[in-house]
């Protein structure tokens, strides 16, 4: 369970991984606070957008309950898929300040080309002088996502309790690294209400509400590898997502088709704790061609997203052993697949 959450943790800071260059995501600060906020949440939405969407996916794969104190252990991976308005944006929809200035019409964003770095040229007033830098918009990571999709990997405990009631569990502790750390808790709750239904129950149809909630938090330690000198440099981020769906299934002995509708939610945060030491040029001749400011706590983004959700699926059952697929309809269309150790 340690080695998914830590799939899960490198997937949200892969982006910051690439900003210990000089020209990547940590060179944004150099704009003013305002522009600096505006370009980061531009190219980080599309990751943030799917990682909400990834983890309020693939919670059942049948909308049968499971007998008192029946159980199951299941693994699954998460896909979802970036549309392609989103990877990239337009520098003239940002509202930036005219002190930040860029060449190209769009960027990258985190789920576009990676050979896409747009220039940004930022000017200010330091101590009295005019002074400028230029960097390179980071480019995106598209060709490293199989189908440019968001991955979020779950491990997940169901227990059946009385009453036709089903609990599932998503637990992470605290895992990572002196430089990462990051933990996750997910709970949900299925009731099957089929009996409802009068008839039906004598078919092989089950019909459910379920609602599931999700919450991680990722610390990274962006001090050792910072190009920018400061102290304390810590970007942190939270996430927090639920849905509500109505589901069914038709459950035959080998196979069964399950699908559901709903609403999914969501909600996450990044922030770039610290000090930061920007140095920028002053165009006179050295020694006096670089003046120095430094910015506390740069970055502090929310992300939000909310829809209606469809899905459709199948499952193969080899006795104990199962095997699923769905694809979920929304926003970020979603592809989940897994396999579950089912004990009834």
């Known amino acids: 369970m340690k080695k998914i959450a830590l799939l899960i943790l490198m997937m949200v800071c892969a982006v910051s991984m690439k900003a210990q260059t000089d020209d990547g995501l940590e060179s944004i600060i150099y704009a003013n606070i305002q522009d600096a906020n505006k370009l980061t949440k531009a190219y980080m939405n599309p990751a943030m957008k799917g990682l909400i969407y990834g983890m309020n996916s693939g919670w059942y794969h049948t909308a049968q309950a499971h007998k008192t104190f029946g159980f199951d252990f299941s693994f699954g991976l998460n896909a979802s898929m970036v549309p392609s308005k989103d990877e990239l944006f337009r520098f ?14 769009t960027g990258a964003t985190v789920a576009g ?15 009295g002088q005019n002074v400028s ?6 480019a995106g990571v598209k ?23 089903d609990v599932m569990v998503r637990l992470v502790p605290e895992v990572g690294s002196d430089d990462v750390k990051g933990n996750l808790f997910g709970i949900g709750l299925k009731k099957e209400i089929t009996s409802l239904f009068g008839p039906i129950e004598k078919l092989p149809l089950h019909i459910s509400l379920l609602g599931a909630y999700t919450n991680m938090d990722v610390n990274y330690n962006i001090q050792n590898d910072s190009s920018i000198p400061g102290a304390n440099q810590v970007a942190t981020f939270n996430l927090s997502s639920y849905t509500v769906q109505a589901i069914a299934s038709i459950n035959f002995p080998i196979i069964n088709f399950y699908g559901g509708i709903g609403y999914g939610a969501g909600t996450s945060d990044l922030k770039m704790l610290g000090t930061y030491v920007l140095e920028y040029n002053t165009g006179f001749p050295a020694p006096n061609d670089t003046v120095e400011k430094t910015v506390t706590d740069p970055i502090n983004l929310d992300f939000e997203v909310s829809g209606v959700r ?8 080899l006795g104990f052993f199962k095997i699923f697929a ?16 089912s004990f009834r």
């Open 92 to 105: 003239a929809d940002l509202g930036l300040s005219s002190s930040t200035t860029s060449t190209s019409l």
């Open 113 to 127: 080309s990676n050979t896409l770095e747009a220039p940004v040229t930022v000017s200010a007033v330091i101590e």
């Open 133 to 138: 830098k230029t960097f390179l918009m980071p």
């Open 143 to 165: 060709e490293d996502l199989p189908l440019n999709a968001v991955p979020t990997p779950s491990v997940q405990f169901t227990l059946g309790l009385p009453k036709q009631f």
């Open 310 to 317: 469809a899905t459709l699926g199948t499952r193969l059952s």
């Open 326 to 341: 769905d694809y979920t309809f929304q926003e970020y269309n979603t592809l989940s697949a897994g396999i579950a150790f």
